[in-house]
C-alpha cells in the first residue's frame, strides 16, 4: 500500500470516524450539560430577538475599539472566506463530498481557488505574526491556537503545492496533503476549531441569557 | 541466430533509407532525453551494432504486450527493431514447437552466455507451480533458470513489472512480478497495458546504443519516457486549470473536449507517455478518444477503487462505522454530562451542609 493508497483509504476512514465520535461527544456534552436555574423574572416575553441581535453585533467588531481591531476584525473574514472558497468551491473538492452527499454543486475556476488559498494563507501567516508580537495577543494565546493555525496553514499549502505540481511528485504531494487534511479533521473536535460549530448556537445562547436580564450586549 | 549483419545493413537491405532511419535515430535521441548531438552517435551505434540475441518469455499474460509492438497498422520502423535483435525464442512468434523450440532457447543461452536480452512479458504465478507451465516447466523455474545468465531483463508490460491484472485481489495464482522474483539482475520495467510500441523499441535501441540501460525511476521505469505524468502533458490540461469538466460521456464538455478528471481519469497519478507519443502511429489515446486514461501503468491500477471515480475520491469504508462512532460520542457526551451533573450536586449539598 502506496502513502496514496493510506491516505484516500484508511487514513480517510480514521479521521472521520475520530471527527464523528469527538463532534458527536462535544456536542452532546455541551447541550447536555447542567445549566444554573435562574431565579430571576425575565425582562422580555420572547428573547429571539436578542439572541439574532447578538449573533449580529457579535460579528462585528466592538464599536468601542473599532479603530483598533479593525484591520484584524475584517482580515480574520477575508481570510475565512478564503479558506471556505478554496475547501469548499474546488472542482476535486466538490467530487469528494459528492460521493458522501450524493449531490455536488458548480465549482469555481482553479485560478480562483488559488487565489483563494494564497489570500487564506497570506493572511493567516500574517494575524499568526502579529498573535506573537503583539504582547496581549501573545498572552492569550495558547497551544491550541497555534497548533489549529499550523494544520490550516499546511493544509492549504500543500494543497496549493500538489495543484500546482510543485515540490515532490504529485502522488506524494497530494498524498501529504491529504493527510495534512485529514490531521487537521481529527483535530477539529478537540481544539478551538470546533468554534465552526459552536460559534452561532454559544452566541445565540448569551444572546438569550442576556435578553433574559435586559442586558444589550 | 547465425545472422551477424549489423542493424544498418539490416534495415537498409529491407528497403528503409538512409533518411528514414536518421529521423528514427532522431525521434530516439529526442524521446531519450539526449542533445542533438547525439543523433549521430546514436545513428552510428545502431548503424553498426551486432544483433544482441533476446530470449521473450511469456508467462500469465494475453499477448497484448506483442501484440502491441507487432500488430501495428502497418509494418512500423519501430516494429524493425526485430530486425535489429536476434529473438532467438519467443513462443508466440516463432515458427518452431515443442522441443525444437525449448532447444532454440538452451542453445542461445549457452552460445550467449553472460550476454543476452531477457524479456519477459506476463506475471509469474507462484501459489502452484501447474497454474502456468511451459513445456512441462513452471514459470518460475523457466525465468530463473533463463534469468540466471543474462545480461539484463526487460519487463514489459505491467504483469511482469507489477503482476498486473492476475495479481489483482484476490490474486488465486499468487502472480507476482519479475522483480519479485528475480533479485540480482538489472532489471527494466516498462510498463503499460500495454505499453506504448516505440517505448519497448526505443529502450531496445538505448541498450543497443550504448550497452547500458537507460536511467530508472525508483519503479525501475525509463526515466525518459516515464518522467511524467499523462495529466502534466495532457492536450486537456488547459481545460483542467480552468475547471472546465465533461460531467458525463456525452454532454457539452465531452463534445467541446474538456478536461475528464471528473469522469474518472487517473492521467494526473499516471507516468506514461502515452501523451505525447500516442498510439497507431501518433493518431491518439485514450483521452484523445475522449476516455480517462486508467493508469494503467502504475502498479495495482486495477484495484485502487472504480475507473470511473475522481483521483480525489477517497475509499469511505462504511457509514455504519461513522453513524457508531457518532453514537459512541454521544453516549461519551452524556456520560460526561452525568459525571459533572454529579460532582455539581455534591458540590451544592457539601456547601448546604458547611453553611447549616
Redesign the interface.
Known amino acids: 500500500m502506496t502513502l496514496l493508497d493510506f491516505a484516500r483509504g484508511p487514513g480517510l476512514q480514521i479521521s472521520f470516524i475520530i471527527l464523528m465520535f469527538g463532534v458527536s461527544w462535544r456536542l452532546a456534552g455541551t447541550v447536555l450539560q447542567r445549566y444554573s436555574i435562574d431565579n430571576s423574572p425575565g425582562r422580555h416575553q420572547s428573547t429571539v430577538i436578542d439572541s439574532l441581535r447578538t449573533m449580529v453585533v457579535r460579528s462585528m467588531p466592538v464599536h468601542q475599539f473599532e479603530k483598533h481591531i479593525k484591520l484584524q476584525h475584517y482580515s480574520g473574514y477575508l481570510w475565512h472566506i478564503g479558506l471556505f472558497t478554496s475547501v469548499l468551491m474546488f472542482a476535486p473538492h466538490i467530487q469528494l463530498f459528492k460521493s458522501v452527499l450524493g449531490f455536488g454543486w458548480p465549482a469555481l475556476p482553479n485560478s480562483v481557488i488559488l487565489i483563494c488559498a494564497s489570500l487564506a494563507i497570506a493572511i493567516l501567516l500574517g494575524l499568526t505574526i502579529r498573535r506573537l508580537t503583539h504582547p496581549v495577543h501573545r498572552l492569550i494565546s495558547t497551544a491550541d491556537d497555534y497548533i489549529s493555525v499550523f494544520l490550516t496553514v499546511f493544509a492549504l499549502l500543500t494543497g496549493i503545492l500538489a495543484y500546482s505540481h510543485l515540490g515532490l511528485r504529485y502522488e506524494l504531494m497530494l498524498a501529504i496533503h491529504l493527510l495534512s487534511a485529514e490531521a487537521l479533521i481529527i483535530w477539529f473536535p478537540f481544539g478551538k476549531l470546533i468554534h465552526t460549530l459552536m460559534i452561532f448556537p454559544s452566541r445565540y445562547q448569551i444572546g438569550a441569557t442576556y435578553g433574559h436580564r435586559g442586558v444589550k450586549a | 541466430m547465425g545472422d551477424k549483419r549489423s542493424l544498418g545493413d539490416l534495415l537498409f537491405s529491407q528497403g528503409v533509407s538512409r533518411r528514414g532511419f536518421m529521423k528514427y535515430c532522431a525521434t530516439l535521441t529526442s524521446l531519450m532525453a539526449l542533445p542533438p548531438a547525439m543523433i549521430s552517435r546514436v545513428a552510428m551505434a545502431l548503424e553498426q551494432a551486432r544483433r544482441p540475441s533476446v530470449i521473450w518469455l511469456s508467462f500469465q499474460e494475453c499477448t497484448g504486450c506483442t501484440e502491441s509492438l507487432t500488430r501495428a497498422h502497418a509494418p512500423t520502423i519501430e516494429s524493425l527493431i526485430f530486425d535489429a535483435i536476434s529473438l532467438d525464442y519467443h513462443h508466440t512468434l516463432q515458427a518452431a514447437a515443442g522441443d525444437a523450440a525449448e532447444s532454440a532457447r538452451l542453445s542461445a543461452m549457452q552460445e550467449n552466455k553472460g550476454s543476452y536480452l531477457l524479456v519477459v512479458d506476463g506475471s509469474i504465478p507462484l501459489g502452484n507451480a501447474g497454474f502456468s507451465t511451459i513445456a512441462g516447466v513452471s514459470n518460475v523455474d523457466m525465468l530463473r533458470e533463463t534469468a540466471k545468465d543474462a545480461a539484463a531483463i526487460i519487463a514489459v508490460g505491467s504483469c511482469a513489472a507489477f503482476g498486473g491484472l492476475p495479481h489483482a485481489k484476490p490474486n488465486p495464482t499468487g502472480a507476482v512480478s519479475v522483480e519479485e522474483v528475480i533479485t540480482d539482475k538489472p532489471i527494466i520495467n516498462i510498463p503499460g497495458c500495454p505499453p506504448i510500441p516505440i517505448v519497448i523499441s526505443g529502450v531496445l535501441a538505448h541498450y543497443l546504443t550504448f550497452g547500458t540501460i537507460p536511467e530508472l525511476d525508483s519503479l525501475k521505469r525509463p526515466i525518459v519516457f516515464y518522467g511524467q ?1 499523462i ?2 502533458r495532457c492536450y486537456r490540461r488547459p481545460f ?4 472546465q ?1 465533461a460531467e458525463t460521456f456525452d454532454d457539452e464538455g465531452a463534445r467541446k473536449g474538456w478536461c475528464l ?2 469522469l474518472g481519469c487517473k492521467g ?2 499516471t507516468y506514461n507517455a502515452c501523451a505525447t507519443l500516442k498510439w497507431n502511429a501518433g493518431t491518439s489515446f485514450p483521452i484523445g478518444s475522449g476516455h480517462g486514461c486508467l493508469g494503467c501503468s502504475e ?2 491500477f486495477w484495484d ?1 477503487g472504480s475507473f470511473y ?9 462504511s457509514r455504519e ?3 457508531a ?10 456520560g ?3 459525571a ?2 454529579r460532582r ?1 450536586k455534591k458540590a451544592a449539598r457539601e456547601e448546604k451542609e458547611s453553611a447549616s
Open positions: 505524468t495529466h502534466d483542467y486549470d480552468k475547471g469538466y478528471y471528473k494526473p497519478l502498479p495495482n485502487k471515480a475522481p483521483v480525489s475520491v477517497g475509499q469511505w469504508g462505522a461513522l453513524f462512532a457518532a453514537a459512541g460520542g454521544a453516549v461519551l457526551g452524556l460526561s454530562a452525568l459533572v451533573h455539581q
